[in-house]
T-cell receptor
Framework: GQSLEQPSEVTAVEGAIVQINCTYQTSGFYGLSWYQQHDGGAPTFLSYNALDGLEETGRFSSFLSRSDSYGYLLLQELQMKDSASYFCAVLTPSGGSYIPTFGRGTSLIVHP | DAGVIQSPRHEVTEMGQEVTLRCKPISGHDYLFWYRQTMMRGLELLIYFNNNVPIDDSGMPEDRFSAKMPNASFSTLKIQPSEPRDSAVYFC?????????????FGPGTRLTVT
């Protein structure tokens, strides 16, 4: 099976930088994805890493180290609207494709 | 595109009643997923389809749950009979065929309350 660990809650102030870590144990690992979910909303895709290194998309970056079974999501220039839950998800083989298994999520609270 | 469409958005029912949740995936997407989200268990995959065929239903909690996808534009998740512990938000998601980032697009969810 798969297991993922991420902190349950992170707090930061507006304008700051915050890093949300994710460690995983799995077989047949293919990649790591990140999703954002606002209260009452649906998860939305943020980023994906298949190879080691950093992927940057605007204020958000995601990092993967396959040898360490570790990744993180980096949010820069935090805004109030970034307050949400952030989920990492490992992609593993299933039925000829790759299917995500989600972590429990990290609640990010951004203070003024 | 309108995105993934789910109905109803909210459902309140009594224990023992049948509940049917509906989903219309994004046109052209080959994969459809049903998830359940609760505070206790997080976001769980219940079942997924590829080209309308169920591929993995190992996440379906028990025989009271069933899912169908009669065509590429429609899927249902049925609970019969419903129980209070089924109360959760149920999400449907779709994905294009395998390439790139395996990005999933989630619908707005159905909030189910079983009393």
């Amino acid at each position: 099976g798969q297991s993922l660990e991420q902190p349950s809650e992170v707090t930061a102030v507006e304008g700051a930088i915050v890093q949300i870590n994710c460690t995983y144990q799995t077989s047949g690992f293919y990649g790591l994805s990140w999703y954002q979910q606002h209260d009452g909303g649906a998860p939305t895709f943020l980023s994906y890493n298949a190879l080691d290194g950093l992927e940057e998309t605007g204020r958000f970056s995601s990092f993967l180290s396959r040898s360490d079974s570790y990744g993180y999501l980096l949010l820069q220039e935090l805004q109030m609207k970034d307050s949400a839950s952030y989920f990492c998800a490992v992609l593993t083989p299933s039925g000829g494709s790759y299917i995500p298994t989600f972590g429990r999520g990290t609640s990010l609270i951004v203070h003024p | 595109d309108a995105g993934v469409i789910q109905s109803p958005r909210h459902e309140v029912t009594e224990m023992g009643q049948e509940v049917t949740l509906r989903c219309k995936p994004i046109s052209g997407h080959d994969y459809l997923f049903w998830y359940r989200q609760t505070m206790m268990r997080g976001l769980e995959l219940l079942i997924y389809f590829n080209n309308n065929v169920p591929i993995d239903d190992s996440g379906m909690p028990e025989d009271r749950f069933s899912a169908k996808m009669p065509n590429a534009s429609f899927s249902t998740l049925k609970i019969q009979p419903s129980e209070p512990r089924d109360s959760a938000v149920y999400f449907c998601a779709s994905r294009a065929r395998d390439r790139g980032r395996y990005e999933q697009y989630f619908g707005p969810g159905t909030r189910l309350t079983v009393t």
